[in-house]
């Protein structure tokens, strides 16, 4: 593989660990690698997927008691030696010098200003790139100064600022860098202080699988699992000795239009008791993934496509934070309604059945109408006798009172005929 190939790009995941053993088992669970013994070191183990090596794990140095269980990330350099003089140039230091590995190729291990440890190497030149490549999906990296890692990183591999996203309080702004039009990981600043580190996504099909059998196994969750902008699902988590690795589950066409943006990327893994740095001096040199394939050299990644945030979308290139997939999974929903709403015209005739009974209801109100014309004009023959009887009741009356009056005069007339009469 020409060195320019490499150049950036993150080859080799090392895991350095007290009980490689263990570790192997625990992986073996989680992420489905099986562990098997280097033939040019069988004390170092390589991790191997059905595509190829993966990584490998390895005892920490003599020199490195105390030091907590961690990974390393190796990025892919033309020369190992001259980077390593660059990164002391720009402010870094060396963790393990330049080293050969039995087979060919060459490595370091290196710290960036800020603290965070990584690894460079340089493939042997013959041989060809191992098969599992795309075994990692994302990188990121926890720091205390999001510009200076930025710069620092950018003079040593060539790294160039892709997009910029606004996460909110606490996060800030998330930077997505890359290389050659290549999106490879995150940096974001740690709020409140606290280690940097870089933390690796490996390819999974279930991040909820995974979380379990990595409590199953002894291991703990940090974070997750949970669904970032574009549907896809990661986790972060610890394995029994405390090394912090993460997950990521690409999105489908179900979960993807769901996509429920995560109000914030991943909380930052917390950072190993003692500083990773002090964990890999005297260590043997470090073998490559071409250790189980015979190449001499590790794998080179394919093209990764560009994540969302902190969880990248492996299978294809997942929308930026920024998109909206819920406005477009909206759509449906609103054309559904007018789909349905078609199959109603066929219910037109029923109203045509329905004339004969509107007729007949109209007769019926019609003979109702003209029977109450009747009533209304028959009403003045009943008051007829209502009158007659008025008539004769105010006759009867009249009599009375002309028979009263009669009577009264009589008894005038009789008082006065008394009062003549001489005594």
């Not at 100064?145 to 892709?162: I, M, S, T």
């Not at 999974?204 to 974070?223: E, F, H, L, M």
């Amino acid at each position: 593989m020409a060195s320019a190939d490499v150049q950036g790009k993150f080859l080799w995941h090392e895991l350095v660990t007290a009980d490689p053993g263990a570790a192997g088992a625990f992986y073996g669970k989680v992420l489905g690698w099986t562990p098997q013994a280097w033939d040019k070191d069988p004390s170092y183990t390589v991790l191997l997927s059905p595509k190829g090596p993966v990584g490998g794990i390895m005892r920490p140095g003599a020199d490195a008691h105390g030091t907590s269980a961690h990974w390393i990330n190796y990025v892919g350099t033309a020369n190992v030696d001259e980077t390593a003089a660059s990164a002391q140039r720009l402010g870094g230091r060396v963790v393990k010098g330049a080293s050969d590995i039995p087979g060919g190729g060459r490595y370091a291990v290196l710290a960036d200003p800020q603290g965070a440890v990584f690894g460079v190497y340089t493939p042997s030149a013959t041989g060809g790139a191992g098969p599992a490549a795309d075994a990692f999906t994302w990188h990121e990296l926890v720091t205390s100064d999001q510009a200076a890692a930025l710069r620092f990183y950018r003079e040593l591999f060539g790294w160039e600022q892709v997009a910029v996203h606004d996460m909110g309080a606490p996060v800030g702004p998330y930077v997505i860098f890359g290389r050659g039009g290549q999106q490879l990981g995150g940096i974001f600043a740690r709020q409140g202080g606290g280690g940097t580190q870089w933390l690796a996504y490996a390819r999974v099909s279930s991040a909820s699988r995974a979380a379990d059998a990595a409590k199953a196994g002894g291991g703990r969750v940090i974070n997750g699992p949970m669904q970032v902008p574009g549907g896809s699902w990661i986790a972060q988590l610890a394995d029994p000795h405390g090394a912090a690795i993460a997950v990521n589950q690409a999105a489908t066409a179900e979960s993807a239009q769901p996509a429920k943006p995560a109000a914030q990327p991943p909380k930052p893994v917390a950072k190993p008791a003692a500083p990773a740095a002090a964990a890999r001096p005297s260590a043997p040199p470090s073998p490559t993934p071409a250790a189980a394939s015979g190449s001499g050299r590790p794998a080179a990644p394919a093209p990764s496509p560009a994540p969302p945030k902190p969880a990248p979308a492996p299978a294809a290139p997942p929308p930026r934070p920024t998109a909206a997939p819920p406005a477009a999974a909206a759509k449906p929903a609103v054309v559904a309604p007018a789909k349905a709403a078609a199959p109603a015209k066929p219910a037109a005739p029923a109203k045509k059945a329905a004339a004969p009974a509107k007729k007949a209801a109209g007769k019926k109100a019609a003979r109702k109408s003209a029977a109450k014309k009747k009533k209304k004009t028959a009403r003045p023959a009943r008051k007829a006798p209502a009158k007659k009887r008025s008539a004769k009741k105010a006759s009867r009356g009249g009599a009375r009172k002309r028979s009263a009056a009669k009577a009264k005069s009589a008894r005038k007339a009789a008082r006065g005929k008394r009062a003549r009469k001489p005594k």
